[in-house]
């Protein structure tokens, strides 16, 4: 690159910064939320779906399946006691739930940061993301991993739906879209979700209770 040529790329980048940082006007505060935009869109996600190996490394909590009364100030004895006799029948006990992730569940609205994961290690217990009947992924949690010569195949579980439903009975490696690994942001998700609440049904609508 000649000097005149770098030159003119510094006088455009100043420029191009103050636009974008500094200008108080109603037309930098419109470029800098376009710009804010496609960065996100186009280089923040990328990237960070090639660190987790995941196409969808953030994901909002968008029903109540996973609800836990009380939410963040859950009684897990309580919860475990009222919900015993779906586990039991899975052969999960009190204290193997307890070290489960998520055993207080997590509540439509949060926002979980999923990793990219291989078939063979997950487990039951884990909370696992996958595609399957719905227009947006499923996040439910392991209840059986089987393994049918080197093909694996999981059925999970909604903490706050208390049977296996049958489109779940057998999620294939093929459905995987990552594990959850952590709660990002509690009712953060509210934002983007508040748009698409007129549109659900009243079954769905609202904020989460006990079922």
């Known amino acids: 690159m000649t000097n005149g040529a770098m ?7 100043k420029k191009f910064w103050f636009v974008v940082w500094k200008d108080d006007s109603f037309k930098g505060w419109i470029i800098s ?12 996600f990328p990237l960070l779906s090639l660190i987790t190996g995941t196409s ?20 897990y004895d309580q919860w475990w006691q009222e919900h015993e006799s779906q586990y039991s029948d899975l052969n999960i006990n009190k204290q193997e ?14 926002i979980l940061f999923i990793m990219g ?23 439910h949690r392991v209840m059986k991993v089987e393994n049918n010569e080197g093909e694996y195949t ?11 439903q049958f489109f779940e009975q057998k ?16 009712y953060i998700g509210w934002g983007k979700l508040i748009f698409f609440e007129p549109g659900r049904t009243p079954f769905e609508k609202g904020f989460c209770k006990e079922k």
């Open 56 to 75: 969808l490394p953030l994901a909002i909590v968008e029903s109540c399946s996973m609800y836990h009364e009380g939410n963040l100030f859950s009684n």
């Open 171 to 186: 999620i294939t490696e093929d459905q995987l879209v990552g594990k959850a690994v952590f709660k990002l942001a509690p």
């Open 97 to 110: 739930f307890k070290k489960f992730i998520f055993k207080n569940g997590f509540n439509k609205g949060d």
């Open 7 to 13: 030159k003119k790329f510094k006088n455009f980048f």
């Open 33 to 44: 939320i376009i710009f804010l935009f496609l960065a996100i869109k186009f280089i923040f």
């Open 154 to 164: 999981f059925s999970t579980m909604g903490d706050n739906v208390g049977a296996i």
């Open 117 to 139: 994961v291989k078939p063979k290690n997950i487990e039951v217990g884990d909370v696992i993301i996958f595609n399957a009947l719905s227009a947006h992924p499923i996040i």
